[in-house]
Each structure stands twice: as C-alpha cells, then as structure tokens.
C-alpha cells in the first residue's frame, strides 16, 4: 500500500479537477491517463493496455462518440477479465454454493439492466452494442467477486454502478448531477482495481 500512496495522492487530485470549474475540458480524461502511466512505469503490461483501454474510451466520452466509447471499454473488460481469472487467478476463492449464488446476483443484475434500458434504445446498432458490452461488464465483476480480495470486489462493483447509472441517465431519464454520480464511482473503481492488481500481484 505503501508503494500506492503517490499514485493515490495524484490520481485523487486530477479526479476532484474534474468536478472543478474550469475552462479545461479534457481534464475528465487525466486521471485514466495517470493510472495508465503508472502501471507502464511498473511494467504491468496486462493492467497497462486495460488502463490504456479505459483512457480511450474517456477520450471518447469526452468527444461523446458513444460507439467507440462501448468498443474500447469492451476491451478494457475483456482485458481485466484475463487478469483476475488467467493472468492472477485467485490463490484463495470463495466456496462453490458462494460463486453460484456471485454468479446469479450477476444475472439477475445484468437481466433488471437489459429490462430497464434495451427497450428504450432506439439505434438497434448501439442496443446491440450495450447488451455485448454489459456481458462483459459483469463477467469483468464476477472474475473480481471470486477473489477475496476487497479493493477487487469493490472496484468492480463501483465500475457496474457506475456505469448503470450512466445508462440510465442516457437511455431512461436524465440524472440531476449526472457527472457527480457517474464519474465518482468510476474512478474511485478504477483506483480500487489498480490497487487490487497490486496486492493480488505481491500475494
């Protein structure tokens, strides 16, 4: 933890800029930038292109391309999900009857999602898109939830709140303070899921 109290310190001063004030507006892209700086410098090739992956698709919200911003968090998940399950599988998981009951939480949540927000897509490319993506999510959550590893779980659950909220404020209702909800937990799960990577690779 030691090692991550500077990474820490920055990432959470360029978080809070972006709830600033400011006539900066590719500040919201800095702290994914600075995350993935830090995991290159630690030669974390898998958690860099993940980071890197997770940057992009910031730069593409900023731009607000919606189609670019799903494909590149696809990859971000897909490249997590080879993390916490091939690259640092869990040494230590939970009981059989938990991971069934992880992995039927996961459904249920990835089912009142599609409910609540598919049928209000009107571009079928970007309903397709969302619904692979949402897979992705989750299976991303469950690869996490199998570890007993707190900042993983938490991480990853954040990144799913996250992002459920901003499908929401997107497709079903618009969210007064949108960016304070959605931007919070994503960064607070994106430094969780660094700083579980780290524990899990000094285990």
Known sequence: MRNNILVIVVFILLAVLDFVPMPFPARMILPLLWL??????RRQWA???ALFFSFLGDVMGWQHELIPQIGFFALAQITYIAIFSLLLPPKKTWPRRVRICLLALV?????IAMNWIFPRVEDRTIACGIAVY????LGMCYSALRHRNVCLIAGAMLFVVSDFILGIHLFVQRMPHSTL???V???LGQLLLFIGVQAERSK
């Open 36 to 41: 993935t700086l830090c995991a290159l410098y």
């Open 47 to 49: 958690l860099t292109a």
């Open 107 to 111: 459904a249920l949540v990835y089912a």
């Open 134 to 137: 949402a897979v992705l999510l």
């Open 181 to 183: 909800c959605i931007m």
């Open 185 to 187: 937990p994503y960064y």
